[in-house]
T-cell receptor, first 116, second 111 residues
Framework: GAGVSQSPRYKVAKRGQDVALRCDPI?????LFWYQQALGQGPEFLTY????????KSGLPSDRFFAERPEGSVSTLKIQRTQQEDSAVYLC??????????????FGPGTRLTVT | EDKVVQSPLSLVVHEGDTVTLNCSYE??????LLWYKQEKKAPTFLFML????IEKKSGRLSSILDKKELSSILNITATQTGDSAIYLC???????????FGTGTRLQVTL
């Protein structure tokens, strides 16, 4: 079956531009996570959705970052007024069940964002 | 604060060698430990270890969880060039079971 897909795969933005990154999770998956992976580092948690509810946004680095999942499937991560430090790979992951469960997360290929 | 530490940070071996990658952790509420392989972009799932399943094996890869030592190892025997990748260790933390990752071990297998 289809895995997690993300678009675009690569995005170059000039400093100050707004960007929108899309994630299509595996169909029927309840949980959706966004992670940020800087070069040479492991992924770091940004935010979590259970269906359409954003239950945890503690990892969002600033109020320039905003995520939504209005119908409980596709999610969009928006970054306003991009800065050079936002350059990273943004990974989306989904999981079939909800919180307090120990289950593997399935990752998409990521979007590599470069801010010039 | 939840913490995951992996060692070594990088490793170069010859094809056919056996390697052992290490992961140690400090988490408030242990649920499981996961290993992922990351070749280009998407981390791909390898193993999940829990209190009731402390050892897993798949082909040349195997992993063991030591809850007493708060650590896990990932073994790869008879390495191949296709094993070259970053190996990530992660644990679900917090109420959302978000994954807390280590920095990863970059493995390069040469001919």
């Amino acid at each position: 079956g289809a895995g997690v897909s993300q678009s675009p795969r690569y995005k170059v933005a000039k400093r100050g531009q707004d960007v929108a990154l899309r994630c299509d999770p595996i169909s029927g998956h309840v949980s959706l996570f966004w992670y940020q992976q800087a070069l040479g580092q492991g992924p770091e948690f940004l935010t979590y959705f259970q269906n359409e509810a954003q239950l945890d946004k503690s990892g969002l680095p600033s109020d320039r970052f905003f995520a939504e999942r209005p119908e409980g499937s596709v999610s969009t991560l928006k970054i306003q007024r991009t800065q050079q430090e936002d350059s990273a790979v943004y990974l989306c992951a989904s999981s079939p069940i909800g919180t307090a469960s120990s289950y593997e997360q399935y990752f998409g290929p990521g979007t590599r964002l470069t801010v010039t | 604060e939840d913490k995951v530490v992996q060692s070594p940070l990088s490793l170069v071996v010859h094809e056919g060698d056996t390697v052992t990658l290490n992961c140690s952790y400090e988490v408030t509420n242990f649920r499981s430990l996961l290993w992922y392989k990351q070749e280009k972009k998407a981390p791909t799932f390898l193993f999940m270890l829990t209190s009731s399943g402390i050892e897993k094996k798949s082909g040349r890869l195997s992993s063991i969880l030591d809850k007493k030592e708060l650590s896990s190892i990932l073994n790869i025997t008879a390495t191949q060039t296709g094993d070259s990748a970053i190996y990530l260790c992660a644990l679900p933390t917090g109420t959302a079971s978000k994954l807390t990752f280590g920095t990863g071990t970059r493995l390069q297998v040469t001919l």
